[in-house]
């Protein structure tokens, strides 16, 4: 299975914008052959936590009508998609989620993260369970950004059977998680890392992009680079167990 990390800038605030720019990357990702696009944390509206204090409008519905031209672009590519975004609950806080859109265009799975950080605490409402989803067969984990930071996450992923760990995070500039967490994580577990994170400014600072996908080894498979919005790509083959994900010819890099 293919799958790509997606990074591009996110427009504060601008829904209709970002979807429009996800869209675009899900048939460009699906053009070459990924089954699975990730992409960032609150990648729906950027990583602003002010806004998303100020106005309800920028909270999500699991169906909501925004989300209908990359659930369209997913229905056209037979490819799913990760989508970073706050999400209504019935508290007076959104939680903080991934939502899976699947090839059919239909919610496949929804992950409200855990362990938020810093001010995420004051706008949203943390959540309670793993995130999971099966696709194509394999299992696949979801965290997002500060969850990365708890080993016992991972952990519990590959002793749950998940073939592949996804990683939807905003890291700025300078922020160690690329050498210290991410690799590590896959090489610790045996696990195909995919980390997607966002690239220009937003709320935490100057992102650097660098979206990528290491090996069950932590070795750099493929990355998007640091400049520019754009692609990971790289074909991660799933064995009968932890540790037995192999790659295959083909990794890629998109800059």
Request: charged share 20%; aromatic share 6%.
């Amino acid at each position: 299975m293919r799958i790509a990390a997606a990074q591009f800038t996110s427009v504060p605030g601008d829904i209709g914008a970002n979807v429009h720019s996800m869209q675009a990357l899900v048939r460009e990702a699906a053009g070459q052959g990924a089954r699975l696009v990730a992409f960032c944390e609150l990648a729906a509206t950027g990583y602003d936590l002010g806004a998303l204090a100020r106005d309800p409008g920028l909270w999500l519905a699991e169906d909501d009508a925004r989300l209908e031209p990359l659930r369209e672009a997913c229905r056209t590519t037979s490819t799913a998609a990760l989508v970073g975004c706050a999400v209504r609950t019935p508290a007076s806080r959104p939680a903080l989620s991934a939502l899976v859109i699947g090839p059919d265009g239909k919610l496949l799975a929804r992950y409200d993260k855990t362990h938020l950080y810093g001010g995420e605490r004051d706008v949203f409402t943390a959540g309670a369970e793993d995130g999971r989803f099966t696709l194509d067969g394999v299992r696949f984990a979801v965290a997002v950004c500060y969850d990365n930071r708890f080993p016992e996450v991972a952990e519990r992923a590959a002793a749950d059977g998940c073939r592949v760990y996804l990683a939807s995070s905003v890291l700025e500039e300078g922020n160690d998680s690329f050498e210290a967490v991410y690799p590590v994580r896959a090489r610790d577990n045996g696990l195909p890392v995919v980390l997607a994170n966002a690239v220009g400014p937003c709320g935490v600072g100057d992102c650097r992009g660098g979206s990528a996908v290491w090996g069950p080894n932590g070795a750099l498979l493929a990355t998007a680079g640091t400049a520019a919005p754009g692609l990971a790509v790289a074909r991660v083959e799933t064995g009968s167990g932890p540790g037995a994900c192999r790659t295959g010819p083909g990794a890629g890099v998109r800059a």
